[in-house]
């Protein structure tokens, strides 16, 4: 008679709360920075910010792309800001980001 072996599926079970954890983790790496420059045509954003756990980056000033266009239209160069970075297709990407209250 055919069964699965009952390793297996406490195997996958764990796996998928392993993934399902580390999406949550990673989702919620929020980075301090403060706007230097904004080049709307490239959809590019000039950042200084601090460490980035998740891109395992130091703190500093580089240029990211953003995620969508209309997330430039939110902030200006001075402002600070929260935001979320990841690899996307090879770049460098902000994700989501907020102005600093
Ligand atoms: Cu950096």
Redesign the pocket.
């Known amino acids: 008679m055919f069964r699965i072996p009952m390793f297996r599926i406490i195997l996958s079970a764990l796996a998928a709360v392993l993934l399902a954890a580390g999406a949550a983790f990673a989702a919620n790496h929020k980075v301090n920075g403060e706007v230097v420059k904004i080049d709307k045509p490239a959809g590019k954003i000039t950042v200084k910010?601090g460490p980035?756990k998740n891109l395992d980056?130091d703190a500093?000033t580089?240029v990211f792309r953003v995620a969508d266009p209309a997330m430039l239209d939110q902030v200006k160069a001075g402002d600070k800001v929260r935001f979320e970075a990841d690899r996307v297709n090879g770049a460098i990407t902000i994700t989501s980001m907020d102005k600093s209250k």
């Open positions: 910010h980035i980056m500093m580089m």
